[in-house]
């Protein structure tokens, strides 16, 4: 089945502690995404990658690192999580330039 | 920039009602526009989208969305709401050769059996 895949789907942590949400797809897709969704505010784009080694800045960059080594991973990297970062998280694949985004089933994140 | 304005945050329909959920953007161009479900504790579906073309698409479960430029809008429409429904959708639009999509902030649709 064609699909997105994010881990872990809930995640509670401490501020500071390093932490790694894992995002996969089984498409073959160029283009991946990470978002967040916050309540009053849809959702922002954090970081993209428009293939394996490139990668840009969204949005809401700040306290967030991604790495894309292989086509099929594109991590989220909070190296020092903060409350603010408390979130819904959402990775996104899509095969080309100008097509439809196939997202992931979302990383809840608390930070206390 | 790009910005999209969903303006109910909240509708509440009955089952068996008509249904039409408002999005408005600003763009200087034709963009590509997006509708997306989210069911409770599940990721974002595609419902439509439009690219090009006849400016009245049709997309999955029953639902259709009107693109008018004359009105930067692109409303989705569906004549009779199954309590199934009950979710919340997002409109998104992306520029040509977007690098990311322009989320409004969501409507919730509620239904009443």
């Known amino acids: 089945e064609a699909q997105v895949t994010q881990n872990p789907r809930y995640l509670i942590t401490v501020t500071g502690k390093k932490l790694t949400v894992t995002c996969s797809q089984n498409?073959?897709?160029?283009?991946m995404s990470w978002y967040r969704q916050d309540p009053g505010l849809g959702l922002r784009q954090i970081y993209y990658s428009m293939n394996v080694e490139v990668t840009d800045k969204g949005d809401v960059p700040e306290g967030y690192k991604v790495s894309r080594k292989e086509k099929r991973n594109f991590p989220l990297i909070l190296e020092s999580p903060s409350p603010n970062q408390t979130s819904l998280y959402f990775c996104?694949?899509?095969?080309?330039?100008?097509?439809?985004?196939?997202f992931g089933q979302g990383t809840r994140l608390t930070v206390v | 920039a790009q910005s999209v304005t969903q303006p109910d945050i909240h509708i509440t329909v009955s089952e068996g009602a008509s249904l039409e959920l408002r999005c408005n953007y600003s763009?200087?161009?034709?963009?590509?526009l997006f509708w997306y479900v989210q069911s409770p504790g599940q990721g974002l579906q595609l419902l439509l989208k439009?690219?090009?073309?006849?400016?009245l698409v049709q997309g999955i479960k029953g639902f259709e969305a009107e693109f008018k430029r004359s009105q930067s809008s692109f409303n989705l429409r569906k004549p009779s709401v199954h309590w199934s429904d009950a979710a919340e959708y997002f409109c998104?639009?992306?520029?040509?050769?977007?690098?990311?999509?322009?989320f409004g902030t969501g409507t919730r649709l509620q239904v009443f059996p």
């Open positions: 498409m073959n897709h160029e283009y």
């Open positions: 439009y690219f090009s073309g006849d400016t």
């Open positions: 996104a694949s899509r095969p080309g330039v100008n097509t439809e985004a196939f």
């Open positions: 763009y200087g161009a034709t963009p590509y």
């Open positions: 998104a639009v992306g520029a040509r050769n977007y690098d990311k999509l322009i």
